[in-house]
């Protein structure tokens, strides 16, 4: 089962009056039951910015790559596609894995299952580095006045992620 809130300014959420009472109801009945709460990740071009501006970038840092290289960060694309996306043909009797496309509308589950992975092979927290709203901030409040020139810069700079030290 799942329910929609908004954060509010005051860390509370704000449900719909719909959402209120189903998700009144769910607590009630099942007073003892464990919830997991994930933040929603933004619509396809937005998601697609956010992946390649944002996910891509930490995860060649992660791996002490030239995170600015576009060149790098189209292998890493290439390598998640395969890999988080990819499946398998045959050609001549041997099997291959290719990535497929994610124009289908598999971009969410794509991009959750990178993250997924950068968490379970960095241990990163994904709320602190990977909080598309922190993105969303970056890119309309920060990098739009200059203040730095990619979001792995800014996230050393406030202290959400450490240089890695090779």
């Known amino acids: 089962m799942e329910f929609l809130a908004r954060i509010s300014q005051d860390g509370g959420l704000n449900f719909g009056d719909h959402e209120k009472v189903r998700f009144k109801q769910y607590l009630r009945d099942h007073s003892d039951?464990?919830?997991?709460?994930?933040?929603?990740?933004?619509?396809?071009?937005?998601?697609r910015r956010f992946y390649h501006g944002a996910v891509l970038p930490l995860w060649a840092f992660l791996d002490c790559k030239d995170y600015r290289s576009a060149e790098v960060?189209?292998?890493l694309h290439e390598v998640a596609k395969v890999e988080f996306n990819g499946h398998i043909i045959e050609v001549g009797g041997k099997p291959f894995k290719i990535g497929k496309s994610t124009r289908d509308g598999a971009l969410r589950?794509?991009?959750?299952?990178?993250?997924?992975?950068?968490?379970?092979?960095?241990?990163?927290?994904p709320s602190q580095?990977?909080?598309?709203?922190?993105?969303k901030y970056f890119v309309q409040a920060i990098f739009m006045h200059g203040q730095y020139e990619d979001y792995i810069s800014y996230l050393?700079?406030?202290g959400r992620l450490k240089r890695v030290v090779q």
């Open 156 to 158: 050393i700079a406030e």
């Open 129 to 135: 580095v990977l909080d598309p709203d922190k993105y």
């Open 73 to 75: 960060l189209a292998d």
């Open 33 to 47: 039951a464990l919830l997991k709460i994930s933040p929603v990740l933004p619509e396809s071009r937005k998601l």
């Open 109 to 125: 589950e794509y991009v959750e299952r990178v993250i997924e992975y950068l968490v379970d092979s960095y241990g990163i927290d």
